[in-house]
């Protein structure tokens, strides 16, 4: 069974820093694309951040760019999100998800799944 | 890319077909995602590539559309599918969101 499971969320001050793990289970991690996804509090959802199979390449919302800064690590399979100069807006509910991009019945196709439970972030002095 | 879902919520009755749209600010293929949401769970994957559903989704889901406008359609609404629904659309980063429709009783 495919399982991803977030760590590392918490109050933190305006201006603070955290890092999110996401350790994942039941598949071949090094082999696929990840990504992190946020839920503020009783609003919709925001793709965050990607990053690559091998971890060379990486994409951000304009909203955190420069500011966050996703990685992995495959030999330990997991995911990490380090967040630095952390704002009010971020305060939410950070999801890592599975990303499968590849063929399926000869089309070339794109997912997100599954997900994990997800991990709260609440940012405030 | 902007997504417009519509409507932002919906009433309706067990048993009712309900549909359910999003429109992308410019052509996407058919790179669309639809997801359900219920409270304080995780997004579940429903549809991806506009209308293949995903394994173990019941079959009254479906999806359709391509370039820039798409449905998700529920035949025959079940107690357990009110919750809130996202598209998103997965041909361009940043790979984003609807606002997400949420269908109640």
Not at chain 2, 87 to 102: M, S
């Given at each position: ?125 | ?11 309706a009755s067990v048993g009712d077909r309900v ?41 009254r ?13 529920i035949s025959s609404l079940q107690p357990e599918d009110f ?20 269908l109640?009783i």
């Open positions: 069974e495919v399982r991803l499971l977030e760590s590392g969320g918490g109050l933190v001050q305006p201006g603070g820093s955290l890092r999110l793990s996401c350790g994942a289970s039941g598949f071949i991690f090094s082999a696929y694309v990840m990504a992190w996804v946020r839920q503020a509090p009783g609003k919709g959802l925001e793709w965050v951040s990607s990053i690559t199979a091998s971890g060379d390449i990486t994409y951000y919302a304009d909203s955190v760019k420069g500011r966050f800064t996703i990685s992995r690590d495959n030999s330990k399979d997991t995911l990490y999100l380090q967040m630095n100069s952390l704002r009010a807006e971020d305060t939410a509910i950070f999801y890592c998800a599975k990303v499968f991009e590849g063929y399926s019945s000869g089309s070339f196709v794109k997912w997100f799944d599954p997900w994990g439970q997800g991990t709260l972030v609440t940012v405030s002095s | 890319i902007q997504l417009t879902q519509s409507p932002s919520s919906l009433s549909t359910i749209t999003c429109r992308a600010s410019q052509g996407i293929s058919s790179f669309l995602a639809w997801y359900q949401q219920k409270p304080g769970k995780a997004p579940k994957l429903l549809i991806y590539a506009a209308s293949t559903l995903q394994s173990g989704v019941p079959s889901f479906s999806g359709s559309g391509s370039g820039t406008d798409f449905t998700l359609t919750a809130t629904y996202y598209c998103q659309q997965l041909n361009t980063y940043p790979y984003t969101f609807g606002q997400g429709t949420k109640e």
